[in-house]
């Protein structure tokens, strides 16, 4: 419980009616959530606008209410707060409620297209490791020191994000590590949340269904790193271009990380087979259970950030050797005839290059690789094509099959990838819309050593069709596929 005058702290208010002193006992932006002593925040949403449900909050017991627009006849009885940006005052107002909980802790978020999962994870593993309590908000799954919580959506809402890390705070967390993804950041879900540093790994093609362009993706990404603070570090990957634009303007301390040229965290690969990879970092040797040069590049990434949080150098080598890939990222699995499976979450264009390229450089002459790729329904469809060739092109053989098809028709989305296959590479294309069939016809077309990649649902345990989700798991029917054989 609050008084409204406290929540409201920082919040840029145009204008209050009614009483501010009024006590809250719940922060909610869904109006179904309201109950007495509730303030209602209304959020325009991607789809809805909290505004419209106003009138069910009220009837729903809430003292007050934060708007950008005021009704006509507002409701005397009611407090009325106005603001010029509802999401921005949501999560401003959540992290007063409960207390600023991030500044009682070093958060780290990490952005970019791909590499979130693995980073924040690791970075997870290691500090629980060095001896520190931690809490973890993720893709695959959110930890409270070890305790387990499941994640619906890789940022969580701003009550709920805040209600956690305030449960990290209680429990004695030191650090959290936080998915920061496109869509929080422009959603405001981490508005009035402190963090110690961020971390940017790429920035390629993928949610332009909700960003509608690029540079409004990009500008997504960016905004998390203009509202750092100058005692926090900026850590990005100079190997991607758009490193350098999110340093345009932060005020945080700027630190780099590449593989390839002059950086403050350098890192080569020496040597890799499907087991893992020499790296040397920093001039220093470790030998890895992770693969491929975007690996080398997250890991270094967890080096480098490692260093600035003060870790000892020593032992963040040694614990990185330790570390074992996310469940669901390059993800092998063995069969007795010496077929290798290897599921990962490439959902983009630029995850399956790197994922192709990366087994292409480790398997020999004569060895197959089939890949199994489908492309989610109710998603950007410019990207289909696009993943399509690119498997076709860097394939032995392709299967396109469903990924989660949502509410679209499987057999459309498979059309609309198949146009990017070119008519010499439909040869070696095949279409089989029931992904468990798709994966058993890989693992009956795979020969003693060929390599079977089944690409874009990874961690995933479900399929989503037509609304209802069924359990599915590609790591269960590649295995399964790889023993009946």
Known sequence: ????????????????????????????????????????????????????????????????????????????????????????????????????????????????????????????????????????????????????????????????????????????????????????????????????????????????????????????????????????????????????????????????????????FRCSIIEQNFTGMLLKIQGLELWTRFIGDFNASNLLAVFGAAELLEAEVKEVLTILSDLHPVAGRLETVKSENGVSGIVDYAHTPDALTNVIETINKIREGGVQLITVVGAGGDRDRTKRPVMAAICAEGSSKVILTSDNPRTEDPERILDEMEAGVTAELKKKTLRIADRKEAIRTAVMLAGKGDVILVAGKGHETYQEIKGIKYHFDDREELMKALSAK
């Open 1 to 264: 419980m609050m008084k409204l005058d406290d929540i409201l702290n920082g919040i840029n208010v145009v204008s209050v009616k009614g009483n501010s002193d009024v006590l809250i006992e719940s922060i909610e932006f869904d109006s179904r959530k309201v109950t007495g002593g509730s303030l209602f925040v209304a959020v325009k949403g991607y789809s809805n606008d909290g505004h419209e449900f106003i009138g069910t909050a009220i009837k729903a017991g809430a003292s007050a209410i934060i708007c950008e627009v005021l009704p006509g006849k507002p409701d005397p009885k009611i407090v009325w707060v106005k603001t010029d940006d509802s999401a921005k005052a949501l999560g401003m107002a959540a992290s007063s409620f409960f207390g600023n909980p991030s500044a009682s802790l070093k958060l780290v978020g990490v952005t970019g297209t791909n590499g979130k999962t693995t980073i924040a994870s690791s970075l997870y593993n290691m500090f629980i490791q060095l001896g520190y309590k931690c809490g973890l908000f993720s893709t695959v799954c959110n930890y409270i020191n070890g305790r387990e919580l499941p994640a619906t959506h890789t940022t969580p809402d701003p009550v709920q994000l805040n209600s956690l890390l305030a449960e990290m705070v209680q429990e004695g967390c030191d650090y959290a590590f936080m998915e920061v993804s496109s869509h929080s950041a422009h959603q405001q879900r981490i508005a009035g949340l402190k963090f110690t540093g961020a971390i940017f790994t790429n920035l390629t093609h993928d949610h332009l269904d909700y960003h509608k362009t690029f540079d409004k993706y990009l500008a997504a990404k960016k905004s998390f790193f203009d509202s750092l603070s100058s005692d926090a570090f900026a850590l990005v990957n100079a190997d991607d271009k758009n490193g350098k634009v999110m340093l345009q303007n932060c005020s945080a301390r700027h630190y780099t990380f590449s593989l390839r040229g002059m950086a403050d």
